[in-house]
């Protein structure tokens, strides 16, 4: 047990306060705001990077002209960087809009449901080697149950809103993310079969101990690309995005959402896309341990928390650029295609996976 | 600290649950089982079984809880928000109700409660392995040999003739 | 059962190839971009060409410019306007006023100060009907026949719609004065006409302005950037610093403005060494007026402290010149001429003693005239083949061209600029070396 909390308990206990309590309730507002602050930024500088991504990819330069206090940023393509903070304000200072016809109540509630669940989801996930909220021991089943609450406050904005395309979408999504759980489920099932525990600081020290995962054999690579295509069918994004499909349904549950309630939505959209990152960076790409030690080459200054974060991050990075990569190449999916390739193509695979990595585990 | 956060998890546990029986609407009955299976998780972290919790959230919220929602919105007409449930036959629903919870206390006051200090297991999860496979594995089985027939039965009867 | 394998292995193929493309298009974004970042960059449009020649009949009719110094104030226009855009206000300086409101470039002595000439394009309807009568020449479309005097401009946006009205005539209030305008400036600003000391209308000789040499200023090309650094430029130079504070002043207000750039380094040095004030305009007519025959310097009456006394002395010397006199002439009319309303001190003889030599009159140099560029011809970047390539060069060209760089010049800066760009070829570099040996 090494996590955030229990060692700002410990310096609040230090401190000579003497209330326990007190500490506590100290230590977790503190890491729920830095949580919040991670989301939000996160959420900023992703918008960004996809509208830079995007235009590069389309062969446009994307937002040019804002910056922050008259710095624009680079000079050919990188420039406009205050352009998400400038939209951020934009959005945070417009109308709310409620429709006549809604259930208030469920349409209020329901934004604050998904964004609690990416929030719970954050907590389990550590950034680097005991730079975590809350280290639990069933670390990734925590993840996946957190991770499905979304889905209710999903199904309650659309129903909420009064819309058909809402309400649509909200089926939509429902059905794709309950479904896309399956193969996420199984191919991190994988990994919990080889190293024995669900604790993510467990897996990573397997991962320094014998190899990286995702070379770790055959079906163990498999997994690997199944988590990541359901990956991001989980987080509703290009070519899975039929629940908010621009063209059919406007924009799906998120239709009668406007101002600070859509940028909540906003926010945790980016916030899953983070996490999906992570927890695959963590589980396949050796988490915080250096690239450098795929080739047995252990560097000592390149280890420890802070570097961590660094390889941790820049693994995750890559994983969204692969995401948006994804998302600007590839068009949409039908319904019945995406219900095919997850329950006739990825399950099998995935089920088949199982059965040959516990093969595996036998015979080597 | 713990009896706090004890007390509130029962009490939101405790409200959600009268408002999902006497809450008029529908749909507001389904969100608030959802409150009801959440605080249930967060008793069950009580017990150190942690485990048991993510199970909880991810079958009950992540799973039943959509179905039942899913069956709210379908089976009505989908662009009404007036879902309402009548409340009929109170008398026979209390009664039963009171049964039950006799039966409940009954055996809550007659069972021999294993007393003492908590246990702190470090990790639950090869413990409760272990036990369905070899000392419960026949419940086991003939909960997976039902749960596959619903399956197969739900295909066949939504299948096309 | 093989079906299925073969529909994921084409999946995961096209999959692979589609990665493939769009992670190419992403890498070679610089060479791919399509984008043109409008307001800093455009495109330079060329003429349509439909039949005529361009040379002889305007076809586009972009837009009315007037070239303010050529205006006479005649309101020939005015009245040729079918949905009256044009309103124009002019000063006549009361008879025997000394203020010269200079010369067209047609040699026509303008006899008004045009104070106001305010074309409302928002109204305009591009009939070209104002152009005809025009005696100067001085209104006409851009573009066209007219290209040599003002470039093309097919789009003029601007953030307000009151910027659409071009005011061409802007003097400053001072001219205005100068010109006898001053009831004129008080009904502008809604103010009763101040009282005129009736019983001297004419005592009161308002000393002539030197001109302010614009010369180093307009040799920036962008319209806004100019006017500011012209405003700029007219309080320093008002405020009597010197060429190289001036200069300084100029650049701090542009950099205010977030206009500044390292390309107008060059005018900021030209307008470090350039002379702020010039007695002598480019027009030779003018030298004659001003500089007569004698060579004497009428600035040398300026150190008269007295006003009155410098402004007689002035007149005569005006009225001495005109008449052709030599110095001795002049210099005795004017003392004649201050003798007679008993102003005749020794400063004044001193002044005159000075004035008569012309050995120690210092004698300033005139501008020197900017040597025109041999023209080039832009119609040879005409053979490079690529669209974006050609728009740059072609604006890079004009631009510097507008400086009036040398052809050398020109050439190694659009050469530069296209390098910068990523755009420059063997191949294009031939085409705009030929640029040269063509001119």
């Given amino acids: 047990m090494n996590s955030v909390i229990d060692s700002m308990m410990k310096i609040f206990g230090s401190l000579g306060t003497g209330n326990s309590a007190l500490g506590l309730v100290l230590a977790v507002v503190i890491a729920g705001l830095v949580v919040f602050t991670i989301m939000a930024v996160m959420a900023i500088v992703a918008v960004y990077f996809e509208r830079k991504v995007s235009a590069f990819m389309q062969d446009r330069i994307g937002p040019m002209e804002v910056g922050i206090f008259g710095f624009k940023g680079g000079k050919q393509f990188w420039g406009g960087i205050g352009q998400t903070l400038a939209d951020t304000v934009k959005l945070l200072v417009k109308e709310d809009i409620l429709p006549k016809e809604a259930d208030k109540k ?44 979304g889905v209710i406050g999903i199904i309650l904005a659309g129903w909420s809103s009064n819309n058909k395309w809402s309400l649509y979408g909200a089926l939509r999504s429902a059905a794709q993310i309950i479904s896309y759980e399956i193969p996420i489920g199984l191919s991190l099932m994988l990994v919990v079969i080889v190293v024995g525990s669900l604790n993510f600081g467990d897996i990573v020290a397997w991962q320094a101990d014998h190899r990286w995962f995702f ?3 055959p079906f163990a690579f498999i997994a690997f690309i199944i988590y990541v295509i359901a990956g ?39 916030a899953n896309v983070l996490i999906i990152s992570i927890i695959a960076s963590i589980i ?12 047995g080459v252990h560097v000592s200054w390149l280890e420890g928390p802070l570097w961590g974060l660094f390889w941790i991050f820049s693994k995750a990075v890559f994983f969204v650029f692969v995401m948006m990569w994804f998302r600007w190449t590839f068009p949409r999916l039908r319904v019945d295609q995406l219900m095919y390739f997850c329950w006739k193509v990825l399950i099998p695979f995935a089920l088949a996976n199982l059965i040959f990595i516990s093969v595996w585990e036998l015979i080597f | 600290m713990a009896e706090v956060a004890f007390i509130i998890i029962a009490a939101i546990t405790l409200a959600s649950a009268f ?43 992540g799973g039943i809880m959509v179905l039942i929602l899913f069956g709210i919105m379908l089976t009505n007409k989908i662009a009404s928000t007036d879902l309402r449930q009548a409340n009929r036959g109170r008398f026979m629903a209390g009664l039963s109700a009171f049964i039950l919870f006799l039966l409940i206390s009954a055996i809550a006051v007659t069972t021999q409660w294993h007393t003492g200090s908590p246990q702190f297991l470090d990790t639950t999860v090869a413990k409760l392995g272990m036990m369905i496979l070899y000392q419960y594995l026949l419940p086991f089985e003939v909960a997976s040999i039902l749960l596959l027939a619903a399956l197969i039965g739900a295909a066949l009867l939504s299948r096309k003739k | 059962m093989g079906e299925y394998f073969k529909n994921i292995y084409t999946g995961l193929q096209s999959f692979i190839a589609g990665l493939q493309l769009s992670l190419h298009h992403y890498h070679s974004r610089k060479k791919l971009v399509a984008t043109l970042q409008y307001p800093h960059e455009k495109w330079p449009v060329e003429e349509r060409h439909i039949g005529f020649d361009l040379q002889e009949y305007n076809v586009v009719r972009s837009r009315l410019h007037v070239d303010i110094n050529d205006c006479i104030g005649c309101n020939q226009c005015v009245r040729a306007c079918p949905v009256d855009c044009i309103t124009i206000e002019s000063v006549k300086p009361p008879k025997g006023s000394e203020f010269d409101p200079g010369t067209t470039s047609n040699g026509t002595q303008k006899r008004m100060l045009v104070a106001r000439f305010d074309i409302d394009l928002t109204e305009c309807m591009f009939c070209n009907l104002c152009t005809y009568p025009c005696p100067e020449d001085c209104i006409y479309m851009v573009g066209g026949p007219n290209s040599a005097k ?91 610093k010197t060429a190289s504070e001036t200069a300084v002043a100029v650049k701090q207000a542009l950099e205010e403005a977030g206009k500044y750039s390292s390309d107008l380094d060059t005018v900021m040095e030209s307008i470090g060494k350039a002379e702020l004030m010039t007695q002598a305009g480019p027009a030779p007519e003018k030298k004659v007026v001003e500089q007569p025959a004698g060579g004497l310097d009428i600035k040398l009456l300026n150190d008269l402290t007295d006003r009155m006394t410098r402004g007689i002395a002035k007149k005569a010397f005006m009225a001495a010149t005109r008449e052709g006199q030599d110095a001795k002439a002049v210099v005795r009319s004017i003392q004649t001429a201050l003798e007679a309303a008993d102003k005749f001190t020794d400063e004044v003889k001193a002044v005159l003693a000075k004035l008569e030599s012309p050995g120690e009159a210092p004698v300033k140099p005139a501008a020197a005239p900017k040597t025109a560029a041999p023209a080039l011809n832009i119609k040879v970047l005409n053979g490079i083949s690529d669209k974006m390539t050609r728009g740059l060069a072609k604006k890079t060209f004009m631009a510097a061209q507008r400086a009036g760089k040398s052809p050398a010049d020109i050439v190694t800066e659009v050469k530069e600029t296209l390098e910068d760009a990523g755009k420059l070829t063997p191949e294009f570099a031939k085409i705009i070396d030929s640029l040269r040996e063509d001119a």
């Fill in chain 1, 232 to 270: 991001v069918a989980e987080t509703n994004r290009t070519p899975f995005d039929i629940p908010e499909a621009e063209s059919e349904l406007v924009a799906g549950w998120m239709t009668e959402y406007s101002g600070f309630r859509w940028s909540i939505f906003f926010m945790s959209e980016y």
């Fill in chain 3, 150 to 240: 003002h470039q093309i401009e097919y789009e003029y946006s601007k953030r307000d719609r009151k910027d659409l009205i071009f005011r061409f005539a802007n003097p400053s209030e001072e001219e205005i004065i100068a010109a006898g305008g001053a009831d004129y400036l008080a009904k502008k600003k809604g103010l009763p006409p101040p009282e005129k000391p009736a019983a001297e209308p004419k005592a009161k000789p308002k000393t002539a302005e030197p001109k302010i040499n614009y010369e180093p200023v307009n040799a920036i090309t962008d319209r806004m950037t100019r006017s500011l650094a012209k405003k700029a430029y007219t309080a320093a130079v008002r405020a009597g």
């Fill in chain 1, 106 to 149: 469920l349409m209020i509630m329901a934004p604050f449901i998904i964004f609690i669940a990416s929030f719970l989801t954050f907590i389990g996930v550590p950034l680097s080697d005991g730079l975590v909220v809350s280290d639990f021991n069933i670390g990734v089943f925590y993840i996946m149950a957190a991770g499905s609450i």
């Fill in chain 1, 215 to 217: 070379i770790h054999s």
């Fill in chain 2, 19 to 61: 408002f999902v029986v006497f809450s008029s609407n529908l749909m507001y009955s389904g969100v608030a089982l959802f409150f009801t299976l959440f605080g249930v998780a967060g008793l069950y972290v009580f017990l150190y079984a942690d485990f048991l919790a993510a199970t909880q959230i991810m079958v009950y919220v």
């Fill in chain 1, 284 to 295: 396949f790409l050796g988490g915080w341990l250096s690239p450098l030690a795929i080739f």
